[in-house]
């Protein structure tokens, strides 16, 4: 183990270099061109074999080391992601919203992708290391995985089978303390829907004219209804798309609305989906317009693994207290200052038992795991397509202030920090003590492996977006 310690301290230098690289190239979904070819070629020089274009997805690739032969051990797979979020340039360190002089395009790293992608980069090299050190057997694998924002990446690298012979899956999430990743997620739906009317002189011709943007709102009204008599965790999310013009003289003669439809299982979501869709053939109808409904994206709701959580949980733990020199500390603290209450409250509240009622600056612990506990995030991830494929478990580990939220330019201000490196350090080390347990004791990988037979309901995965649905990026 002392090999390793060093192994981490030697490289560490070079691994936050390049997350800070990543930080700074900011690419967005299936455009993180730069980003993807960073981890490639620093992969390739450790020794990795390299696929590119993975499913199809020109910024998805895989790299894997160690034997290919039937006694080559367990494929262990770290999942890594590196696409940043649109509208959140911000400038490193600022304390106040501030766009960054340096990266002029409108992004940035408001996940912490930059870090994620690159901590499970430095579990599967420190793996690497550890078994040619041991003698032990096991394939390691790096997913160089695009588009978990908006784009369902992991959903469609799934619906392709590049995940069926991983025997386990590990990765982690940058947040603002530490713990097992033990909530589910929403699995969701997102389509188009366009409407075609007629145009016509909305004064002189009223009459001839059949308006798409009023089967737009009427469709808007409908779910807006609906709403009432869904599932209670459902959520439903539209963005107008095309209004059909900035003419009020002209009966629109196209218009556009993007549905995000998300529910707690799958087949909630389809369903969903299904009365969404009929909503919107009433407006069409009502409207007399022509409806085309474009399937875009969809991801599962996530399937935890207790069996893997178990073995996480006790390596966060063995890490210790995370601590922090006094520099740090004071800038936590001046970021918490920027932060409302109900930005704090959001996070402290399921850790009310570890908090007592205090407010850190920075978490040093780790939260408690209650394997019973069925708590539900509102959001969706596409890990989750991964996790009905082969047993998965996820660490949130400190990168922030406490309390930062996900998505806001506090995160991407502190995206450099020295907090932010050493929970990347820390998450690289946990995913990696966690992959040796694993690799040393194979029992676990089949318990694991039972244990998702089990959740799955004995049924094999489907992939909830259809196969003919084409990769987002080939759409016109
Ligand atoms: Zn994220």
């Given at each position: 183990m002392d090999q390793l310690q060093d192994f981490f301290t030697r490289e560490a230098p070079r691994m936050t270099a390049l997350a800070d690289q990543i930080w700074k190239l900011a690419e967005l979904r299936y455009a993180e061109t730069a980003s993807a070819q960073l981890h490639i070629d620093a992969l390739a020089a450790s020794g990795f074999r390299i696929t590119k274009n993975v499913a199809g997805i020109p910024t998805a690739f895989m790299a894997e080391w160690g034997g290919t032969g039937n006694d080559s051990g367990p494929v262990i797979a770290f999942l890594g992601e590196y696409d940043a979020l649109s509208g959140l340039?911000?400038?490193?360190?600022?304390?106040?919203?501030?766009p960054s002089v340096d990266s002029p395009g409108l992004a940035g790293h408001g996940c912490g992708h930059h870090l994620l992608g690159t901590s499970a980069h430095f579990a599967a090299i420190a793996l690497q290391a550890h078994l040619q050190a041991s003698g032990g057997k096991a394939r390691v694998r790096y997913y160089g995985c695009p588009a978990e924002e908006g784009g369902s990446g992991k959903t469609f690298m799934a619906r392709a089978g590049v995940f069926d012979d991983v025997d386990v899956a590990l990765t982690w999430h940058p947040a603002s303390y530490t713990g097992?990743?033990?909530?589910?997620?929403?699995?969701?739906?997102?389509?188009?829907?366009?409407?075609?009317g007629k145009a016509s002189?909305?004064?002189?011709?009223?009459?001839?004219?059949?308006s798409a943007l009023d089967a737009v709102e009427l469709m808007n009204v409908g779910v807006n209804y609906l709403r009432e008599h869904m599932p209670p965790d459902?959520?439903?999310?539209?963005?107008?798309?095309?209004?059909?013009?900035?003419?009020?003289?002209?009966?629109?003669?196209?218009?556009?609305?993007?549905?995000?439809?998300?529910a707690v299982r799958n087949d909630e979501a389809a369903a969903l989906y299904e009365r969404v869709q009929n909503v919107a053939r009433g407006a069409a109808l009502m409207t007399e317009c022509k409806l085309d409904i474009v399937f875009d994206k969809a991801c599962s709701n996530l399937l935890q693994n207790s069996t893997l959580n178990a073995v996480l949980h006790a390596k966060l733990l063995a890490e210790g207290k995370l601590k922090v020199n006094a520099a740090e500390q004071t800038k936590a603290v001046d970021f918490q200052a920027t932060l409302t209450a109900s930005d704090i409250d959001a996070v402290s509240r399921p850790l009310a038992s570890v908090l007592r009622g205090k407010t850190p600056a920075v978490f040093e612990g780790v939260a408690p795991y209650d394997p019973a506990a069925r708590e539900v995030l509102f959001g969706s991830t596409d890990v989750a397509d991964v996790s009905w494929?082969?047993?998965?478990?996820?660490?949130?580990?400190?990168?922030?202030?406490?309390?930062?939220?996900?998505?806001?330019?506090?995160?991407?201000?502190?995206?450099?920090?020295?907090?932010?490196?050493?929970?990347?350090?820390?998450?690289?080390?946990?995913l990696t003590a966690?992959?040796?347990?694993?690799?040393?004791?194979?029992?676990?990988i089949e318990q694991a492996k039972a244990e998702l037979l089990?959740?799955?309901?004995?049924?094999?995965?489907?992939?909830?977006?259809?196969?003919?649905?084409?990769?987002?990026?080939t759409r016109a």
């Open positions: 340039n911000q400038q490193s360190g600022a304390l106040v919203c501030t097992v990743f033990s909530q589910s997620t929403l699995a969701n739906v997102q389509a188009k829907f366009i409407f075609h002189h909305a004064a002189h011709s009223p009459h001839l004219g059949r459902a959520r439903v999310h539209y963005a107008v798309t095309d209004t059909g013009g900035t003419s009020p003289n002209v009966v629109q003669a196209r218009a556009e609305v993007l549905y995000l439809i998300r494929v082969t047993p998965t478990a996820q660490a949130w580990v400190a990168c922030f202030a406490f309390g930062t939220p996900m998505h806001s330019w506090q995160l991407v201000s502190q995206g450099l920090s020295g907090l932010a490196h050493a929970g990347m350090v820390r998450a690289a080390r946990v966690t992959a040796i347990e694993l690799v040393n004791k194979p029992e676990l089990e959740r799955r309901q004995g049924k094999p995965y489907a992939c909830p977006i259809p196969a003919d649905v084409p990769l987002p990026f």
